[in-house]
């Protein structure tokens, strides 16, 4: 990875993402003067990697780490090892863009000094129409699509603040710290986060095939487990700030685990016992291994 700064930086996350990650980058505005392109794809066991490296003559630049996690591996690239950049654009490696994407949330950021992120709502699915209108009116962040200001960046690596390696949703935490301009919950600002409804992304349902309901019942356990984690993140952001956040999660939940109930709900009951059962036995690992 060279150090060459850009004007736009568009970072795209992939794990096993080899039947979508054309459709993503093909969507992206691949070689356009200023815009710099790199996919991360971390811990991935299929072709991923080898769909990638097929985009190379259209500028596109590789990072594959043999490690998973998507949190871990943000922290990596952004902090550690990506080049600078006035506007840094983030994208899932299953999200496909609307034209016009990347360009719209670099304008948002410029005619918005305040803001730290500006984010791009979901063009699709059940609940996309609600997810615009509470956009435009409070601006949350989906990970699917959104863009940090250079500056705001500049100071996340000078912080030394991470995102917690084992952290699932990071997108709520990315939120979190550009609310707060990285610092206690005390100091959060609605307007350091603005939406930017120029912009949009769209994500291709699982099949309705044996494969595809295997795969969502792994995503509404990781729902379940983000919902935990994001109770432990909100009391710490409210007590020490951000300087209290622990490496990795793991580390905390033995404080928690007796207080952590599943939910009343048919819809989440069994997910959520399955989260805390996956959280029960990263103590049990951690323990072993220490």
Request: proline share 5%; net charge neutral.
């Amino acid at each position: 990875m060279t150090d060459d700064s850009c004007r736009v930086l568009v970072t795209v996350m992939a794990h096993n993402e080899e039947r979508r990650i054309a459709a993503c980058l093909d969507s992206l505005p691949l070689g356009d003067a200023g815009i710099r392109v790199v996919v991360v794809v971390n811990g991935s066991r299929d072709g991923t990697a080898g769909i990638v490296r097929g985009y190379a003559g259209r500028g596109v630049e590789l990072v594959e780490y043999a490690q998973g996690g998507k949190a871990r591996s943000w922290s990596r690239f952004i902090l550690d090892e990506a080049p600078e950049a006035e506007t840094y654009v983030f994208v899932d490696g299953d999200a496909e863009l609307e034209p016009g994407s990347v360009a719209a949330l670099e304008r948002c950021l410029s005619k918005n000094p305040q803001a730290n992120a500006a984010a791009a709502p979901p063009m699709n699915g059940r609940n996309a129409a609600h997810y615009r209108r509470l956009m435009a009116e409070e601006a949350g962040l989906f990970g699917d699509c959104y863009a940090l200001r250079g500056e705001f960046v500049d100071r996340l690596r000078a912080s030394g603040i991470r995102l917690p390696d084992d952290l699932i949703g990071d997108d709520g935490l990315i939120a979190a710290l550009a609310h707060t301009d990285i610092g206690p919950d005390a100091d959060w600002r609605d307007e350091r986060v603005v939406g930017c409804l120029e912009a949009g992304f769209y994500c291709a349902p699982n099949p309705i095939t044996s494969q595809g309901l295997r795969q969502q019942a792994s995503r509404m356990t990781n729902y379940a487990l983000r919902e935990y984690q994001n109770r432990i993140i909100t009391a710490i952001m409210r007590e020490s700030g951000p300087r209290g956040l622990p490496r990795k999660l793991v580390e905390v939940y033995p404080q928690w685990l007796g207080t952590l109930r599943p939910r009343i709900n048919p819809l989440w009951y069994w997910f959520d016992r399955r989260a805390l059962a996956r959280m029960r036995s990263a103590v049990a690992d951690r323990q072993a291994s220490a």
